[in-house]
Nanobody, 124 residues
């Protein structure tokens, strides 16, 4: 069974940090570009960051530039999203998704597999 599993979410105070992980099972993650998305209550899903299969290309939404870093460890079949200087507006369910090519964009149709999401709550 092909699936992506996110982990690392939780409750953190403003200014704090979290590292999300996206692990794949049933397929080889190094062959895929990975995108991180988030959806807050009452809002549309938005793209946060994406990375090419090699890790050589990355993209960030303006709202997270300078605070979030995407990386991947292909040997571990895992992609990470390091989130620093978290703000209450970062509160959302975060999803990772895998696509067969990297475009640096966040169109849902470009991604073939989606995880179930992990909750990130930034609150004092």
């Amino acid at each position: 069974q092909l699936q992506l599993v996110e982990s690392g979410g939780g409750l953190v105070q403003p200014g704090g940090s979290l590292r999300l992980s996206c692990a794949a099972s049933g397929f080889t993650l190094p062959y895929y570009a990975i995108g991180w998305f988030r959806q807050a209550p009452g809002k549309e899903r938005e793209g946060v960051s994406c990375i090419s299969s090699s890790g050589g290309s990355t993209n960030y939404a303006d709202s997270v530039k300078g605070r979030f870093t995407i990386s991947r460890d292909n040997a571990k079949n895992t992609v990470y999203l390091q989130m620093n200087s978290l703000k209450p507006e970062d509160t959302a369910v975060y999803y990772c998704a895998a696509g067969t090519y990297y475009s640096g964009t966040y169109y849902a149709e470009e991604y073939d597999y989606w995880g179930q999401g992990t909750q990130v709550t930034v609150s004092s």
